[in-house]
């Protein structure tokens, strides 16, 4: 029973990636070797894989895990996006199996070795295996070496700063791990603390206008009154950090009547606003770390399969600079970029 589902997960595996466009060989009773296409300019393959799959007999104490050499960042980077793509897939009322993901070197060149081991629990031992069920953990490993692959662009935003309290936490970690982010400041607050508002500059992330006062029944009582707030906040952002910014995010996002008509003036002007369709929903009260990171990482994945993503946090919010490390650690399969006025803008206001 055990080789046989062996044999088909292998299969599955092969045939799915196969339609995928890689080329895909089978080494071995359980291995599949998956070359990448040619590099146009070398020739040379590069960022292999060889997949190993195999499945135990139930054992008593089992848990899906994944593990990797901390000191080899591809080989953990590899492990972690194809463990969480086959955790996106598995649909929780036929979850009876647990897994490992297990990334290693490889004696191939250029190859990472990602051995996958499929534990069926204990309680569920004379359960028959389904062919959905084997599909799910399939169609979790093929879009897990997809993202591998293929990184999806995410823009790492953050409103409602500088913070006293936070963002130099928040900055902090970006530095650790070398990711510019995008702050649309608040003028008020770039005037009380100046000297956070220039590290965020010095350290390389890029700065857009949000507003000066973050009051909605003041900004949004008429056209003019917005743009009123807006000029503060800009000359405020001019004085302090010598720059002049063109894109700005409207306060609580463009879902407002009003906003067509500000929208209107404001490219007249020159300027362009970015909503956001993935977030962490950290504006809410006494948020917890670990919501704010499945909140994070499910809208990212549900709205990114086939579009950048455009990520909204706050680095006024302690828990965000609490749980961003772990939160970045969760999203492996991203490149995290800088917002710039030549990316595609997500405007909530074209849906009115």
Known sequence: MVKNIDSQMKRLLY????????????????????????NEKTGAYAGNFYLKIRQLKAIDGSQSRC???????????????????????????????????????????????????????QIYKDLKETQEHQEQFIRGIAEGIDFCYHPRTMYLTFDDGPSKENTYKVLEVLNKRGIKATFF?????????????RQIVRDGHAIGIHCYIHDYDVIYRSVDDYIDD????????????????????????SDKEICKDIAAEMEKRGYIFYDWNAGLEDAVIEPKPEELIDNA???????????????????????????????????????MKLLTEAVEPVQFVKRL
Request: hydrophobic share 35%.
């Open 297 to 335: 990482v499910e809208s990212a994945h549900r709205n990114g399969k086939d579009k950048e993503i455009i990520m909204l946090a706050h680095d006024r919010v302690y828990a965000t600079g609490e749980c961003l490390d772990e939160l970045l650690d969760r999203l492996p399969g991203y490149q």
């Open 185 to 197: 400041l608040i003028g008020i607050y770039v005037k009380w603390y100046p000297d956070i508002a």
């Open 67 to 121: 593990q990797y050499d901390e000191k080899q960042e591809e080989i953990k980077r590899a492990a972690r996006i194809i463990y969480q793509g086959i955790a996106r897939n598995i649909k929780k009322e036929s979850d009876h199996w647990d897994y490992s993901v297990v990334g290693k070197g490889s004696i191939l060149p250029c190859t990472t070795c990602i051995d996958i081991i499929f534990v069926q629990r």
């Open 230 to 253: 807006f000029e503060k906040a800009h000359q405020i952002i001019k004085e302090v950090l010598g720059i002049e910014p063109k894109i700005f995010r409207f306060p609580g996002g």
């Open 15 to 38: 045939w799915k990636l196969t339609l995928m466009g890689y080329s895909v060989f089978r080494l071995g009773y359980s291995g599949l070797y998956v070359k990448r296409k040619k």
